[in-house]
Protein backbone atom coordinates (compact mmCIF):
# COMPACT_ATOMS: atom_id res chain seq x y z
CA UNK A 1 0.00 0.00 0.00
CA UNK A 2 1.78 3.32 -0.64
CA UNK A 3 0.05 7.10 -0.30
CA UNK A 4 2.13 10.15 0.00
CA UNK A 5 1.93 12.49 3.07
CA UNK A 6 1.14 16.11 2.83
CA UNK A 7 1.10 18.77 5.42
CA UNK A 8 -0.77 19.35 8.92
CA UNK A 9 -0.08 15.85 9.74
CA UNK A 10 0.20 15.95 13.84
CA UNK A 11 -2.92 16.55 15.78
CA UNK A 12 -3.67 17.87 19.11
CA UNK A 13 -6.24 16.23 21.29
CA UNK A 14 -8.03 17.17 23.99
CA UNK A 15 -7.99 14.24 26.53
CA UNK A 16 -11.27 16.13 28.29
CA UNK A 17 -13.23 15.89 25.67
CA UNK A 18 -14.80 13.39 23.02
CA UNK A 19 -12.54 13.95 20.03
CA UNK A 20 -13.93 12.81 16.30
CA UNK A 21 -11.86 11.56 13.51
CA UNK A 22 -13.87 12.76 10.97
CA UNK A 23 -13.00 10.21 7.68
CA UNK A 24 -13.54 11.02 4.08
CA UNK A 25 -12.45 9.31 1.48
CA UNK A 26 -12.71 11.31 -2.30
CA UNK A 27 -12.46 10.18 -5.67
CA UNK A 28 -13.54 12.33 -8.32
CA UNK A 29 -15.91 14.84 -6.52
CA UNK A 30 -14.55 18.56 -6.67
CA UNK A 31 -18.01 19.44 -7.55
CA UNK A 32 -19.24 18.32 -4.04
CA UNK A 33 -16.39 18.45 -1.69
CA UNK A 34 -16.24 22.26 -0.87
CA UNK A 35 -20.11 21.92 0.33
CA UNK A 36 -18.37 18.75 2.50
CA UNK A 37 -15.64 20.13 3.95
CA UNK A 38 -17.22 23.60 4.80
CA UNK A 39 -19.94 21.69 6.68
CA UNK A 40 -17.29 20.33 8.84
CA UNK A 41 -15.77 23.65 9.54
CA UNK A 42 -19.27 24.55 10.91
CA UNK A 43 -19.83 22.25 14.05
CA UNK A 44 -20.73 23.51 16.54
CA UNK A 45 -18.45 21.02 18.20
CA UNK A 46 -14.65 21.93 17.98
CA UNK A 47 -12.81 18.72 18.76
CA UNK A 48 -13.01 17.30 15.42
CA UNK A 49 -9.66 16.68 13.17
CA UNK A 50 -10.72 15.63 8.99
CA UNK A 51 -8.60 13.11 7.36
CA UNK A 52 -9.53 13.11 3.51
CA UNK A 53 -7.89 10.64 1.66
CA UNK A 54 -7.77 11.24 -1.91
CA UNK A 55 -7.85 8.25 -4.17
CA UNK A 56 -5.90 9.83 -7.55
CA UNK A 57 -8.30 11.84 -8.28
CA UNK A 58 -8.38 13.18 -12.06
CA UNK A 59 -10.58 16.50 -11.73
CA UNK A 60 -8.99 19.34 -9.64
CA UNK A 61 -9.87 17.80 -6.22
CA UNK A 62 -6.99 18.52 -4.74
CA UNK A 63 -6.74 22.05 -5.70
CA UNK A 64 -9.88 22.47 -3.59
CA UNK A 65 -8.60 20.31 -0.69
CA UNK A 66 -5.03 22.07 -0.36
CA UNK A 67 -7.47 25.40 0.07
CA UNK A 68 -8.57 23.94 3.16
CA UNK A 69 -5.46 23.17 4.80
CA UNK A 70 -4.64 26.34 6.67
CA UNK A 71 -6.60 25.17 8.86
CA UNK A 72 -4.31 22.46 10.98
CA UNK A 73 -7.05 20.54 11.96
CA UNK A 74 -7.65 19.11 8.37
CA UNK A 75 -5.04 16.82 6.93
CA UNK A 76 -4.90 14.94 3.09
CA UNK A 77 -3.14 12.06 2.47
CA UNK A 78 -2.92 11.59 -1.52
CA UNK A 79 -2.58 7.76 -2.20
CA UNK A 80 -0.16 6.57 -4.90
CA UNK A 81 -2.81 4.24 -6.58
CA UNK A 82 -6.14 3.70 -6.68
CA UNK A 83 -7.35 1.54 -3.92
CA UNK A 84 -11.19 1.77 -3.94
CA UNK A 85 -13.70 3.37 -1.31
CA UNK A 86 -12.73 0.85 1.24
CA UNK A 87 -8.50 1.20 0.88
CA UNK A 88 -9.48 4.99 1.14
CA UNK A 89 -11.26 4.78 4.44
CA UNK A 90 -8.60 2.01 5.58
CA UNK A 91 -5.99 4.38 4.76
CA UNK A 92 -7.88 7.51 6.81
CA UNK A 93 -8.35 5.76 9.94
CA UNK A 94 -5.33 4.14 10.32
CA UNK A 95 -3.84 7.94 10.34
CA UNK A 96 -6.68 8.63 12.84
CA UNK A 97 -5.65 10.08 16.14
CA UNK A 98 -9.29 10.65 17.86
CA UNK A 99 -11.13 9.01 19.98
CA UNK A 100 -14.36 8.37 17.37
CA UNK A 101 -13.97 7.61 14.39
CA UNK A 102 -17.09 9.02 12.12
CA UNK A 103 -17.65 9.16 8.11
CA UNK A 104 -18.21 11.42 5.98
CA UNK A 105 -19.07 10.86 2.23
CA UNK A 106 -17.22 13.72 -0.13
CA UNK A 107 -20.32 14.50 -2.10
CA UNK A 108 -22.75 14.79 1.46
CA UNK A 109 -23.12 17.05 3.99
CA UNK A 110 -23.48 16.80 7.88
CA UNK A 111 -26.11 19.37 10.07
CA UNK A 112 -23.83 21.74 11.66
CA UNK A 113 -25.10 19.96 15.39
CA UNK A 114 -23.59 16.44 14.33
CA UNK A 115 -20.59 16.15 16.50
CA UNK A 116 -22.08 17.74 19.47
CA UNK A 117 -25.14 15.46 19.40
CA UNK A 118 -22.43 12.68 18.81
CA UNK A 119 -20.46 13.97 21.46
CA UNK A 120 -22.98 13.91 24.62
CA UNK A 121 -24.60 10.12 22.94
CA UNK A 122 -20.91 8.84 23.82
CA UNK A 123 -20.45 10.83 26.90
CA UNK A 124 -23.74 9.39 28.41
CA UNK A 125 -23.66 6.22 26.81
CA UNK A 126 -19.87 4.80 27.42
CA UNK A 127 -21.81 1.21 26.90
CA UNK A 128 -21.83 1.86 23.24
CA UNK A 129 -19.13 1.67 20.66
CA UNK A 130 -21.03 2.34 17.76
CA UNK A 131 -23.45 4.58 17.45
CA UNK A 132 -25.84 6.17 14.71
CA UNK A 133 -28.60 8.58 13.71
CA UNK A 134 -31.40 8.87 11.20
CA UNK A 135 -30.30 11.05 7.64
CA UNK A 136 -32.04 13.19 5.35
CA UNK A 137 -31.82 11.83 1.78
CA UNK A 138 -31.55 15.23 -1.11
CA UNK A 139 -31.47 15.74 -4.88
CA UNK A 140 -28.14 16.43 -5.92
CA UNK A 141 -28.53 20.10 -5.17
CA UNK A 142 -29.17 18.87 -1.43
CA UNK A 143 -33.04 20.42 -2.22
CA UNK A 144 -36.06 18.56 -0.70
CA UNK A 145 -34.45 16.38 1.57
CA UNK A 146 -36.33 13.51 2.96
CA UNK A 147 -35.96 11.63 6.30
CA UNK A 148 -35.38 8.10 5.15
CA UNK A 149 -37.72 5.45 6.41
CA UNK A 150 -35.37 2.36 7.23
CA UNK A 151 -32.88 3.43 9.35
CA UNK A 152 -34.23 2.92 13.11
CA UNK A 153 -33.76 0.22 16.12
CA UNK A 154 -32.57 -2.62 16.11
CA UNK A 155 -34.99 -5.55 17.09
CA UNK A 156 -34.33 -8.13 19.98
CA UNK A 157 -32.00 -10.95 18.73
CA UNK A 158 -31.74 -9.36 15.77
CA UNK A 159 -28.57 -7.56 13.84
CA UNK A 160 -28.03 -5.39 10.88
CA UNK A 161 -27.52 -8.63 9.01
CA UNK A 162 -31.14 -9.50 9.21
CA UNK A 163 -31.95 -5.92 8.38
CA UNK A 164 -30.06 -3.25 7.35
CA UNK A 165 -31.03 -0.36 10.14
CA UNK A 166 -27.75 1.10 10.58
CA UNK A 167 -27.15 3.88 7.98
CA UNK A 168 -25.44 7.32 7.87
CA UNK A 169 -24.28 9.54 10.41
CA UNK A 170 -22.24 6.32 11.92
CA UNK A 171 -19.67 7.45 14.11
CA UNK A 172 -18.00 4.34 16.44
CA UNK A 173 -14.91 4.23 19.40
CA UNK A 174 -11.47 3.81 17.97
CA UNK A 175 -11.07 1.00 20.63
CA UNK A 176 -14.18 -1.26 19.03
CA UNK A 177 -12.99 -0.81 15.39
CA UNK A 178 -9.21 -2.00 16.02
CA UNK A 179 -11.27 -4.85 17.74
CA UNK A 180 -12.18 -6.16 13.72
CA UNK A 181 -10.02 -6.22 11.11
CA UNK A 182 -11.08 -2.89 9.74
CA UNK A 183 -11.79 -1.71 6.42
CA UNK A 184 -11.52 -4.02 3.75
CA UNK A 185 -9.43 -2.66 0.22
CA UNK A 186 -11.17 -5.97 -1.56
CA UNK A 187 -14.51 -4.88 -0.40
CA UNK A 188 -15.11 -2.29 -3.55
CA UNK A 189 -18.75 -1.61 -2.61
CA UNK A 190 -21.27 -1.92 0.05
CA UNK A 191 -18.01 -0.95 2.39
CA UNK A 192 -20.79 0.62 4.88
CA UNK A 193 -22.26 -2.65 5.17
CA UNK A 194 -18.80 -4.92 5.61
CA UNK A 195 -17.55 -2.51 8.90
CA UNK A 196 -21.23 -2.48 10.11
CA UNK A 197 -21.45 -6.42 10.33
CA UNK A 198 -18.09 -6.20 11.92
CA UNK A 199 -18.80 -3.71 14.41
CA UNK A 200 -21.81 -5.30 15.61
CA UNK A 201 -19.69 -7.98 16.74
CA UNK A 202 -17.85 -6.43 19.02
CA UNK A 203 -19.58 -4.03 20.47
CA UNK A 204 -23.32 -2.76 21.36
CA UNK A 205 -25.26 -0.16 19.13
CA UNK A 206 -26.92 3.23 19.42
CA UNK A 207 -29.60 4.64 17.32
CA UNK A 208 -30.17 8.74 17.74
CA UNK A 209 -33.80 9.68 16.80
CA UNK A 210 -32.36 12.18 14.90
CA UNK A 211 -31.17 13.52 11.29
CA UNK A 212 -27.67 14.81 11.64
CA UNK A 213 -26.55 13.83 8.10
CA UNK A 214 -27.65 15.00 4.38
CA UNK A 215 -27.04 12.03 1.72
CA UNK A 216 -27.06 13.48 -2.01
CA UNK A 217 -28.21 11.64 -4.31
CA UNK A 218 -26.91 12.28 -7.58
CA UNK A 219 -26.87 8.99 -9.62
CA UNK A 220 -22.92 8.99 -9.63
CA UNK A 221 -22.63 7.41 -5.95
CA UNK A 222 -20.99 3.77 -5.70
CA UNK A 223 -24.29 2.70 -4.71
CA UNK A 224 -26.66 4.43 -6.84
CA UNK A 225 -28.00 4.12 -10.02
CA UNK A 226 -24.67 2.89 -12.25
CA UNK A 227 -23.05 -0.34 -10.97
CA UNK A 228 -26.46 -1.61 -8.73
CA UNK A 229 -25.01 -4.80 -9.37
CA UNK A 230 -21.81 -4.99 -8.17
CA UNK A 231 -23.56 -2.96 -4.99
CA UNK A 232 -25.25 -6.39 -4.40
CA UNK A 233 -23.06 -8.51 -5.02
CA UNK A 234 -20.77 -6.79 -2.41
CA UNK A 235 -23.36 -6.61 0.14
CA UNK A 236 -24.06 -10.31 -0.08
CA UNK A 237 -19.94 -10.76 -0.21
CA UNK A 238 -20.02 -8.81 3.20
CA UNK A 239 -23.14 -11.13 4.36
CA UNK A 240 -21.55 -14.32 3.50
CA UNK A 241 -18.32 -13.15 5.49
CA UNK A 242 -20.04 -12.15 8.52
CA UNK A 243 -21.97 -15.49 8.26
CA UNK A 244 -19.05 -17.12 8.77
CA UNK A 245 -17.75 -15.05 11.21
CA UNK A 246 -20.23 -15.72 13.35
CA UNK A 247 -21.02 -19.40 12.85
CA UNK A 248 -20.67 -21.10 16.54
CA UNK A 249 -20.80 -17.87 18.50
CA UNK A 250 -23.57 -16.50 20.06
CA UNK A 251 -24.04 -13.42 17.97
CA UNK A 252 -27.09 -13.72 16.08
CA UNK A 253 -26.53 -14.97 12.54
CA UNK A 254 -28.62 -15.58 9.23
CA UNK A 255 -29.76 -19.53 8.93
CA UNK A 256 -27.75 -21.58 6.19
CA UNK A 257 -31.33 -21.60 4.33
CA UNK A 258 -30.87 -17.46 4.44
CA UNK A 259 -27.71 -17.33 3.42
CA UNK A 260 -28.61 -19.70 0.40
CA UNK A 261 -31.65 -17.30 -0.17
CA UNK A 262 -29.10 -14.71 -0.39
CA UNK A 263 -26.52 -16.47 -2.90
CA UNK A 264 -29.85 -17.45 -5.35
CA UNK A 265 -30.76 -13.89 -5.33
CA UNK A 266 -27.48 -12.88 -5.94
CA UNK A 267 -26.84 -15.20 -8.91
CA UNK A 268 -30.32 -14.50 -10.83
CA UNK A 269 -30.09 -10.88 -9.45
CA UNK A 270 -31.24 -9.76 -13.50
CA UNK A 271 -34.01 -12.29 -13.39
CA UNK A 272 -35.40 -10.71 -10.05
CA UNK A 273 -35.03 -7.35 -11.70
CA UNK A 274 -37.19 -8.62 -14.83
CA UNK A 275 -39.94 -10.69 -12.22
CA UNK A 276 -40.33 -7.34 -9.92
CA UNK A 277 -41.27 -5.35 -13.66
CA UNK A 278 -43.58 -7.99 -14.08
CA UNK A 279 -44.80 -8.50 -10.71
CA UNK A 280 -45.48 -4.71 -10.66
CA UNK A 281 -47.68 -4.68 -13.40
CA UNK A 282 -49.38 -7.67 -12.69
CA UNK A 283 -49.47 -6.99 -8.97
CA UNK A 284 -47.92 -10.27 -9.08
CA UNK A 285 -47.44 -10.14 -4.82
CA UNK A 286 -51.09 -8.62 -4.20
CA UNK A 287 -52.38 -12.07 -6.18
CA UNK A 288 -50.25 -14.32 -4.04
CA UNK A 289 -51.56 -13.02 -0.86
CA UNK A 290 -55.11 -13.35 -2.23
CA UNK A 291 -54.28 -16.81 -2.49
CA UNK A 292 -52.78 -17.49 0.70
CA UNK A 293 -55.42 -15.90 2.40
CA UNK A 294 -58.14 -17.70 0.74
CA UNK A 295 -56.59 -20.73 0.95
CA UNK A 296 -54.89 -21.52 4.29
CA UNK A 297 -54.98 -25.50 3.59
CA UNK A 298 -52.87 -25.64 0.58
CA UNK A 299 -49.75 -28.12 0.44
CA UNK A 300 -46.99 -26.33 2.47
CA UNK A 301 -44.45 -27.22 -0.28
CA UNK A 302 -46.63 -25.17 -2.84
CA UNK A 303 -47.12 -22.61 -0.08
CA UNK A 304 -42.90 -22.05 0.40
CA UNK A 305 -42.60 -21.37 -2.85
CA UNK A 306 -45.32 -18.52 -3.05
CA UNK A 307 -43.76 -17.28 -0.42
CA UNK A 308 -40.07 -17.26 -2.35
CA UNK A 309 -41.93 -15.60 -4.94
CA UNK A 310 -43.32 -13.19 -3.29
CA UNK A 311 -39.91 -12.63 -1.77
CA UNK A 312 -38.31 -11.90 -4.88
CA UNK A 313 -40.45 -8.71 -4.79
Given at each position: MGFTFTRNMKSNINSNHIT???????????????????????QTYPHWELIIVDDISTDNSIEIINSFLK?????????????????????????????????????????????????????????????????WQCDSD??????????????PNKTNLHEIKASHF?????????????????QKKAVDKDIIFKLEEVTKLKFVNIPLYYYRWHGKGISQEKGRFEAEFYHYLAKLKAYKRRVNTEIPNLTIKQIYFEYYRITFFKLTHFLKFFYNIFRVSKLIDNILNKFPLIPIGFKEKLIFLKKLN
Amino acid sequence: MGFTFTRNMKSNINSNHITFSVLMANYNNADFLEEAINSVLSQTYPHWELIIVDDISTDNSIEIINSFLKDNRIKLIIHETNMGYGGALKTAADNSSNDVLAILDSDDVLHKNALEVMASAFTHNPEFGFIYSMYWQCDSDLNHPKIVKFVGEIKPNKTNLHEIKASHFKAFRKDAYKQTKGFDPNQKKAVDKDIIFKLEEVTKLKFVNIPLYYYRWHGKGISQEKGRFEAEFYHYLAKLKAYKRRVNTEIPNLTIKQIYFEYYRITFFKLTHFLKFFYNIFRVSKLIDNILNKFPLIPIGFKEKLIFLKKLN
